[in-house]
């Protein structure tokens, strides 16, 4: 990897670095000892509901040596009841900050929900697939950086 590059890529580690809280237990919770496995959670819904999904930004990586591989920054807005659906993180790492509210996270190598409050931050990447739901009568808002594969969009959701 060239040095720029390389001081690029710490940059973006640092710049990332300043949005998580304060807090060391701000990292979002992990599937309790004893429930975690391979597929223990059914595949959940395959289709969004009740969520606003807005691209703040996304970056053109193929310059920097990550031929067809885009950076890209969401916003989501999950209503009460709202679903993100049923998706695949094994070609598109992401890391999420929950900003407001609380959402439960369904994933495939976890047997129990998993809840994430404001300021929990979740890595999200090799063989996981899940789904969210918010389950309060609030909204919940969802900060999403994520490396997309050479074929999807910046503006494809989920």
Do not use: Q
């Amino acid at each position: 990897m060239c040095s720029m590059l390389r001081a690029h890529l710490v940059g973006l580690a640092f710049a990332g670095l300043a949005l998580l809280p304060a807090s060391p237990g701000a990292f979002a919770a992990d599937c309790p000892a004893g429930k975690v496995g391979t597929d223990v959670t059914k595949p959940g819904p395959t289709a969004p509901s009740g969520v606003t999904d807005t691209v703040i930004s996304s970056v053109d990586l193929s310059s920097m040596g990550f031929a067809g591989r885009k950076m890209r920054m969401r916003k989501l807005t999950i209503e009460p009841g709202g679903v993100v659906p049923w998706h695949s993180h094994a070609a598109r790492p992401a890391n999420i900050y929950v900003i407001s509210g609380s959402i439960t996270e369904y994933r495939s190598s976890c047997a129990v929900p998993i809840e994430h409050s404001a300021g929990d931050v979740t890595a999200e990447f090799g063989p996981l697939a899940h789904w969210w739901k918010n389950n309060t009568k609030r909204p919940t808002v969802l900060i999403s950086a994520d490396i997309l594969p050479p074929d999807m969009s910046p503006d494809e959701s989920m």
